[in-house]
């Protein structure tokens, strides 16, 4: 829209610089026209005698013969008036200093038109008139007469036409410029309303209100709505069976294990792995239920899986006087599961609490283009081999220093599975670890 404005704006403004230039173009040789037919009209009355002009007491156009008309005919020979029409009389043309006349006598056989302004006798200041200067030659028995016939003109209605065109146009223009620009803004308001519809299914999608693109759209976006359409019910069914196999597997996996469970000449050592086992295939069971009737594409708060993990930490980690500080935007949201969400903060929040000595710190910080989480503690921190091998399954970084590794593989996963970034580095602020997730939207 914004160029299309533009264009109005420059290009309107253009066309009326162009059309009035052009007008006042015509104009002038309008006039240039119509004094010359006049110049012609004196010169076939004109007559010479003993070296004199002749001219006679009343011309055919009367314009000349009335005082003061606004059309007026003078003949001047050598820089000085020789003759004047009876509509000049009470003005006075202007002269230098040698009284030489100051109008222009162009070449012989040629024309010119210029400006002049001259004074009345009472030396009252007059309008702009136009002057069309002709210089002609009359044979005679001495040496030839040079005489220049000077046709002045009141531009008064020439000034006046211009006026009035350059207003009309201009008024016009400005008219069609305010049309066009409606015109344009509901034609863009028009064109663009699918898409906005489009962006608004699109949240609604996002916000868990809807499954599909419900809307009939232009044939250019009933395309890209189908296959929309066709990626979100792909994916939601793939999820489905997801959790469907999960649940599954942990049921298959239950029998057996109660079974176990139930010999009398298992070791101390194996009934506590049977039942970590046990404990295992509860906490999936529980992940599958919780995260079957929620939408993938529904935000989770950030406060509220932080907060129930801070103060689940603390109790935990209580005797060893561990403070978890928590910095972060209020209302941010995590585009996930909380299930998800909830095991990538623990397993590092815990991670960060078994090496800490006194504290812990969990930031978050918001973007417009990304959502990063930060956990610090002021532990011995990790070194640079601990940095590269921690995230390999199997490797556990608190066989070096208390705590770290623990479950890092899996938050690697899951980072990777939203196409985040999970780096390690030194804290800055506490001397120990830091661990950055960052998520890109």
Not at 85 to 101: K, V, W
Not at 184 to 208: H, M, R
Not at 413 to 418: A, Q
């Amino acid at each position: 829209m914004l160029s299309g404005l533009l264009l109005i704006l420059v290009l309107l403004p253009l066309i009326g610089i162009t059309v009035n230039g052009a007008f006042q173009h015509q104009i002038t040789q309008s006039i240039n026209n119509q004094l010359r037919a006049y110049v012609y009209s004196v010169l076939a009355v004109a007559e010479v005698k003993d070296e004199h002009v002749v001219m006679p007491n009343y011309l055919l156009e009367n314009q000349f013969n009335v005082i003061g008309s606004g059309l007026y005919a003078l003949i001047s020979s050598e820089d000085k008036l020789v003759w004047h029409s009876e509509s000049f009389l009470g003005l006075d043309l202007p002269t230098n200093q040698s009284t030489a006349l100051l109008l222009p006598a162009p070449p012989m056989g040629q024309g010119q038109l210029t400006q002049v302004r001259f004074d009345d006798l009472a030396g009252n200041s007059n309008n702009n008139h136009v002057v069309y200067s002709f210089s002609v030659s009359f044979e005679t028995n001495e040496p030839p007469l040079s005489i220049t016939v000077h046709i002045v003109k009141d531009d008064a209605d020439y000034q006046q036409q211009v006026s009035e065109f350059s207003t009309t146009l201009w008024t016009w223009l400005i008219v069609l410029m305010i049309v066009l620009a409606l015109v344009q803004a509901i034609w863009l308001f028009w064109t663009l309303k699918p898409l906005n519809q489009f962006t608004k299914e699109l949240a609604l999608v996002e916000q868990g209100q809807q499954t599909r693109l419900n809307q009939h759209y232009p044939n250019e976006l009933n395309a890209v709505a189908k296959q929309l359409n066709v990626l979100l019910n792909t994916e939601q069914l793939q999820r489905q069976r997801y959790r469907n196999a999960l649940a599954d597997l942990a049921h298959s996996l239950k029998t057996p294990l109660a079974v176990l469970q139930s010999q009398t000449d298992l070791s101390p050592d194996s009934k506590e792995q049977a039942n970590n086992i046990n404990n295992i295939i509860s906490y999936q069971l529980n992940k599958a239920k919780s995260s079957a009737n929620q939408a993938w594409h529904l935000g989770v708060s950030i406060d509220d899986v932080a907060s129930k993990l801070i103060r689940t930490l603390a109790k935990i980690y209580q005797q060893s006087h561990i403070d978890i500080d928590y910095q972060a935007p209020a209302k941010l949201v995590f585009k996930g599961e909380e299930a998800d969400l909830h095991e990538l903060l623990g397993n590092l929040l815990d991670n960060a609490c078994k090496a800490a000595k006194t504290q812990v710190c969990l930031s978050v910080t918001k973007t417009d283009s990304s959502l990063s989480f930060i956990i610090e503690d002021d532990g011995n921190g990790l070194t640079e081999v601990q940095r590269q091998n921690i995230f390999e399954r199997g490797i556990r970084a608190d066989t070096y220093n208390q705590g770290h590794g623990i479950g890092l593989a899996i938050v690697q996963d899951l980072v990777n599975s939203y196409q985040g970034e999970l780096t390690v580095a030194q804290s800055e602020q506490y001397g120990g670890a830091k661990f950055t997730v960052t998520f890109r939207h």
